[in-house]
Each structure stands twice: as C-alpha cells, then as structure tokens.
C-alpha cells in the first residue's frame, strides 16, 4: 500500500478517536474548551513526532526523550488538574499507539485499542456506578447560626436556598465584626 496512504489512514484514526474523546466525552461533562485546543494539537504534533522517529533510525532512549521533554515543560503556567492530566497523558499515549498502523499488520490490534480506550473514557466520565461528592463555599451573614444549636437552622436555610441536599458541612472563616462567616457544604453530584 502506498506510505502516504497509510500514513494519512493512521493521521485519521488518531485524529478521530481524540476528536471523540474531546468533543463526546470531555466536553460535555467539564464543559471546559480550555483545554480542547491543547488535547488536539498535542496529539497531533506528537503523532508526526513519532512517525518521524519510526522513519529515522534513532534509539528508544530518544523517544524517552522526548517524553521527559513534556514532563519538564509540564505545562508550567498553571497546575494542570487530575483529570485533565490524564486526558493529556492519553493524548501523548495514542499517537504512539496509532502509528502502528503504518504497518498494517498492526490494524487489528490497533483499532481494537482505540475503541477500548473511548469505552472506558466513556465508562469513566459516566460515574459507573460511584456517587462523587462535592463541595462548595458559601458566605453567610448572622454568626447565630455557627452556634451549636443551630446547626440545624443552619442546615435547613442552606439546603432552602441553594436546593442542594447537604451531607455535611464546616464552617471557615468566622468574622464577628461584619458578622458574616463561611461555610463548606458537602453533597452528592446529581
């Protein structure tokens, strides 16, 4: 089969299995398009990256290398949340899967990984079965309610205002001069 040919085949898959990835699976549970940009283009730049290093007699400690030059670079600026660490991680992982299939003995198992990996980042985002809890920061006014005995007032005000059913709470940063404090609520993601 012509290389052009294959190597534009295996640029696609790669291409359509992040696209899915980001646009089916990432973005509509974080509905965050920060990160979009950076997903698509890493995994594009390192897909030619690792087509080069596959045409080019180098040796693996290179393509280390090259790994260990994203680690240090690591995306300085900011702190990359857990998450979104692993969808980049994922993203530097599939095009070193995907251009296998310049070979294409490798088809099988190569598409074979590419849809196992979009069901389980599917399976992943959907929760499978595990209730996340989350939190949040509410300033209050009238340090009443941080005494004991009314907690639950408290909890009941809360609970009216925000609709959120409240697991738990803590109450931070009391001010009696403003009488006003804060206070982190627990609950489940509905």
Request: aromatic share 16%; net charge positive.
């Amino acid at each position: 089969m012509n290389p052009n040919i294959l190597l534009l085949t295996a640029f696609l898959v790669n291409f359509i299995v992040s696209f899915v990835l980001v646009r089916f699976i990432y973005f509509p549970k974080k509905k965050n398009k920060n990160y979009v940009f950076t997903f698509l283009a890493l995994t594009t730049i390192i897909f030619f990256v690792v087509v080069m290093l596959r045409s080019v007699e180098l040796s693996i400690g290179v393509s280390f290398g090259l790994f260990a030059i994203f680690s240090v670079l690591h995306y300085r600026t900011n702190t990359i949340p857990p998450r979104e660490m692993t969808y980049v991680f994922s993203f530097m992982a599939l095009p070193i899967i995907n251009s296998s299939l310049l070979t294409p003995a490798s088809w099988p198992f190569v598409l074979t990984a590419n849809v196992v990996i979009v069901v389980l980042f599917f399976w992943l985002e959907q929760g499978w079965g595990f209730d996340y809890e989350c939190s949040k920061v509410i300033k209050c006014t009238n340090t009443q309610h941080v005494l004991p005995e009314n907690r639950d007032t408290l909890v009941e005000d809360l609970q009216q205002k925000t609709g959120i059913d409240i697991l738990r709470m803590d109450i931070q940063d009391i001010d009696f001069v403003k009488d006003s404090f804060s206070v982190k609520i627990f609950y489940r993601k509905p």
